[in-house]
């Protein structure tokens, strides 16, 4: 069974910083790529960051470069988002998500995700 558990929001002063895991389990990690998306209040949800299980390419959406990174640590089938200098804007609930990429190509980083967390509530004060 395929198990997705996200971990470390809560609540930080803008220009603080979290640090979100997202722990994968009843799958083979190296063939699969974990997204990080968020859902704000109202709004459509969006993707904000993508690695890939097998390179570790990664991907960011343009509101969130220079301040997310995302990295994975294989051998734990675990990933991270590491975010800094946060704003109030990053309020949001974060879900990663799995989708398998072997042999697999896709035309969207945030398309396609079959797989989802039950989600972590960011906030973030200003």
């Known amino acids: 069974e395929v198990q997705l558990v996200e971990s470390g929001g809560g609540l930080v002063q803008a220009g603080g910083s979290l640090r979100l895991s997202c722990a994968a389990s009843g799958f083979t990690f190296d063939d699969y790529a974990i997204g990080w998306f968020r859902q704000a209040p109202g709004k459509e949800r969006e993707g904000v960051s993508y690695?890939?299980?097998?390179?570790?390419?990664?991907y960011y959406t343009d509101s969130v470069k220079g301040r997310f990174t995302i990295t994975s640590d294989n051998a734990k089938s675990t990933v991270y988002l590491q975010m800094n200098s946060l704003k109030p804007e990053d309020t949001a609930v974060y879900y990663c998500?799995?989708?398998?990429?072997?042999?697999?190509?896709?035309?969207?980083?945030?398309?396609?995700?079959?797989?989802w967390g039950q989600g972590t509530q960011v906030t973030v004060s200003s």
């Open positions: 998500a799995a989708r398998y990429e072997k042999y697999t190509y896709y035309a969207d980083y945030f398309s396609d995700f079959g797989f």
């Open positions: 690695i890939s299980g097998s390179d570790r390419s990664t």
